[in-house]
């Protein structure tokens, strides 16, 4: 079945420090790639996504994320990390058949503390 | 943790017909949510439903429209009312634990003719 494995369950990181989150999932298809990120007491926001052209794909509060077919990896970062990033950060696959959106799954999240 | 059965997982619908979603959670979780993915979209937030009051609706989505139920602690239904080719998405039901742990049902996939 497919899947999305985000491999960090919990970083924990010091302000100015660079963040890396992994996410790889299992599908050979045509896929779009999503990063969002849950703040405490909101719901989800979108940070950015991939549904085609340039791989290297840049959102809002400065993080971007690179995806690498190859690797089916869509890997988000930021090169310097802030209190305020501190929250979940999901990442979601969309599977596209035959040019139709199909399956949305999501991984199971990873925790980002921020110490300042 | 919390797993979450969502049914059902697609259908076809005709044009002015209405479907019931149900979203089933093996705990029992205060907060549930129910979004939808358009083609080419990413989420988007139709309503919190918080069990014994009335479901809090985004801008943009009318109960008439998307009616919610919230019975209980472990269950919530979203209708999709009289619906359009425009109601074709993916319409997704997550909860959220008292520790803020957010989960995710598997997603039901509607096309509307």
């Known amino acids: 079945a497919q899947s999305v494995s985000q491999h960090n369950h919990h970083v924990i990181l010091s302000e100015a420090a660079s963040l890396e989150l992994g996410c790889n999932y299992s599908?050979?298809?045509?896929?779009?790639l999503f990063w969002y990120v849950q703040y405490p007491g909101q719901h989800l926001q979108l940070l950015l996504k991939?549904?085609?052209?340039?791989?290297l794909v840049k959102g809002i509060k400065g993080f971007e994320a690179e995806f690498i077919k190859s690797k089916f990896s869509f890997n988000l970062r930021k090169p310097s990390v802030q209190w305020s990033d501190t929250a979940e950060y999901f990442c979601a696959v969309t599977l596209n058949y035959g040019g139709s959106q199909g399956n949305l799954i999501f991984g199971k999240g990873t925790k980002l503390s921020v110490k300042p | 943790s919390a797993v979450i059965s969502q049914k059902p997982s697609r259908d076809i619908c005709q044009r002015g017909t209405s479907l019931t979603i149900q979203c089933q959670v093996d705990?029992?979780?205060?907060?549930m949510f129910w979004y939808r993915q358009q083609p080419g979209q990413s989420l988007t937030l139709i309503a919190t439903a918080n069990q014994g009051s009335e479901a809090t609706y985004e801008s943009g989505f009318v109960i008439d429209k998307f009616p919610i139920s919230r019975p209980n602690l472990t269950f919530s239904t979203l209708t999709v009312s009289n619906m359009s080719p425009e109601d074709s998405s993916i319409y997704l039901c997550s909860v959220r634990l008292e520790n803020e742990k957010l989960f995710f049902g598997s997603g039901t996939q509607l096309s509307v003719l």
């Open positions: 705990s029992q979780v205060t907060m």
């Open positions: 599908y050979g298809g045509t896929v779009n």
């Open positions: 991939y549904f085609s052209g340039d791989p």
